[in-house]
């Protein structure tokens, strides 16, 4: 079933270039340019492409859930330097040539060269000027269908990539075509905005070409190797939650209006814990599921490391065969906030406790494994309740919009408690409500630190923008967690004082500024 997401010989380039600084294309791929003859070769490129995303997620939860009020590095008075490291990114003081930063920027840049070389070959140009995408006349022998298909997936893939980068980084390298050596070191930073255009050139494109049929009728039709492929569906809720980052407010609600009404996706709501069943390696790819990155257990080289790696440190066999590495903890800020009623809890926190040792780990990664680092289960990256979430937040405090937010909260066993406009009864209540849903909703898949983002440009009313949140948590958890780092201590005010407006961003990885001969490239403030 998963077979399409091998890492296939012709795309290893993929893997090599990993400890490369992004602005190099090693002169061994220039060739690769011109390998694309068919269809057939543009889908093994493709699959390349989407077998990637598997090396950028490895270091994406440190870039978003360690660093909001989710997550914490598991032992706080560890002093090895890849925990150290890992501790620098959840207090916000991370080195400009922290490991993890440049390994997750070159690992996304490095897809971003091979996505770029498939479209190359398929003569879909990005202009810069006009913010779109021209149709040049490509030498490759493939119908008229399959290139609409395929070359959505590509610029979905791609869009995909730099939402995250520009969330992330800020500004960074605008590169939408094959580039040399010579070429790439004389290219500088390009503006948030530029960036943008690219993102929703790309998006809007995927979403006029990609495959439109309904989920059951593309499930039926993509069963097998095609299935959990980026559609038309798919590219409408990325690029909605691009207008919403934007503060386009008008021009999601119609996308997500349009998905609600006619994709034929829902929210899983059958059997006796449908929260746990979105995720289990039984369902896969179920309605609720728009995009995931897939992973394949027994020994191919494509299992899920998720298990281990979250699984408590020392836990031996009692979580997960092979023990676990300890990263992501959950905080009990977020334990706290669960209603007792709240199904979600007890499919996304585990506890682990020996001793005076208690852990809360991220459950719905997590499932048995015969190999270490061999999972089966996917991470989903879009899903049904981010569409209708978004709606409520895009539309702002109304009934229908509350009700938008008790569909989720229903699944979740709290149907006996809605929300309504008598206990939420303002623009701030509702902000507040809404963050919080999210929050439970989606702990642990890599939604939080960009929702604490987005929800100040969308939600100033709320109670807290993402700086006094940040701080919250930390005094929250400060005497259980923070206090017990290693000597020197930090104290409170000194941690809360790490957050700032500027630290939100990452740096840009130091060796890409020191690696360039010909350019000053900007660091990011505050770095």
């Not at 077998?51 to 090895?80: C, K, P, Y």
Request: neutral net charge.
């Amino acid at each position: 079933m998963k077979n399409s997401y091998k890492l296939l010989f012709a795309c290893m380039f993929i893997l090599a270039s990993c400890n490369k600084n992004i602005e190099r294309l090693p002169q061994n791929n220039v060739s690769i340019e011109n390998y694309y003859n068919n269809t057939s070769e543009i889908q093994t490129s493709l699959n390349g492409c989407y077998g990637a995303l598997r090396n950028t997620l490895i270091e994406e939860w440190q870039m978003t859930e360690l660093r909001s009020d989710n997550s914490i590095m598991g032992n706080s008075g560890s002093t090895s330097i890849p925990n150290r490291e890992k501790s620098d990114l959840d207090l916000f003081i991370p080195s400009t040539s922290l490991t993890a930063i440049y390994t997750y920027w070159s690992s996304v840049y490095s897809n971003i060269r091979n996505i770029n070389t498939l479209l190359n070959s398929l003569e879909l140009n990005y202009d810069p000027a006009a913010g779109t995408l021209v149709k040049g006349n490509t030498t490759v022998v493939i119908s008229d269908n399959d290139y609409k298909n395929l070359s959505a997936q590509a610029t979905f893939l791609r869009a995909y990539h730099y939402f995250n980068l520009v969330r992330l980084y800020g500004g960074v390298f605008l590169v939408h075509e094959p580039i040399n050596g010579e070429q790439a070191i004389a290219m500088n930073r390009s503006s948030v905005s530029d960036i943008y255009k690219l993102i929703v050139a790309d998006l809007q494109y995927a979403a006029a070409n990609g495959i439109s049929l309904n989920y059951a009728s593309f499930a039926a039709s993509n069963s097998g190797t095609n299935l959990g492929k980026v559609n038309a569906w798919t590219a409408k809720a990325l690029l909605a939650k691009v207008y919403l980052t934007q503060n386009k407010k008008a021009e999601a609600i119609v996308l997500l209006n349009d998905i609600i009404a006619n994709s034929g996706y829902g929210l899983v709501t059958a059997g006796a814990a449908p929260y746990a069943d979105i995720f289990s390696i039984s369902n896969e790819m179920n309605r609720e599921i728009l995009f995931a990155v897939r992973y394949k257990a027994g020994g191919l080289g494509i299992g899920s490391p998720w298990p281990n790696n979250f699984a408590p440190e020392l836990s031996g066999t009692a979580i997960v065969n092979g023990d676990g590495n300890g990263f992501n903890n959950g905080t009990t800020e977020l334990e706290g906030l669960y209603a007792t009623a709240d199904t979600r809890k007890a499919a996304t926190l585990g506890v682990w406790s020996t001793g005076n040792n208690r852990r809360l780990y991220p459950k719905k990664h997590i499932t048995s494994v015969t190999l270490t680092n061999d999972g089966e289960n996917d991470w989903v990256v879009l899903r049904y309740a981010d569409v209708i979430l978004m709606l409520a937040e895009a539309q702002g405090y109304s009934a229908a919009s509350l009700s938008l937010v008790n569909q989720t909260r229903s699944r979740a066993g709290l149907s006996s408690n809605p929300l309504t406009i008598v206990n939420v009864p303002n623009d701030k209540a509702f902000a507040d409500s809404l963050s919080r849903e999210r929050r439970l909703e989606f702990a642990f898949e890599n939604h939080r630190w960009f929702d604490l983002l987005r929800f100040d440009v969308t939600m100033p009313q709320q109670s807290e923008n993402t700086v006094a949140r940040l701080k919250s948590n930390f005094a929250f958890m400060f005497t259980s967690h923070y206090s017990r780092y290693p000597s020197p201590a930090p104290t409170l005010v000194t941690i809360q004082g790490y957050v700032t407006n500027d630290k939100l961003l990452l740096p840009i990885p130091q060796r890409e500024i020191d690696n360039n001969t010909k350019l000053v490239i900007p660091q990011n403030p505050g770095y």
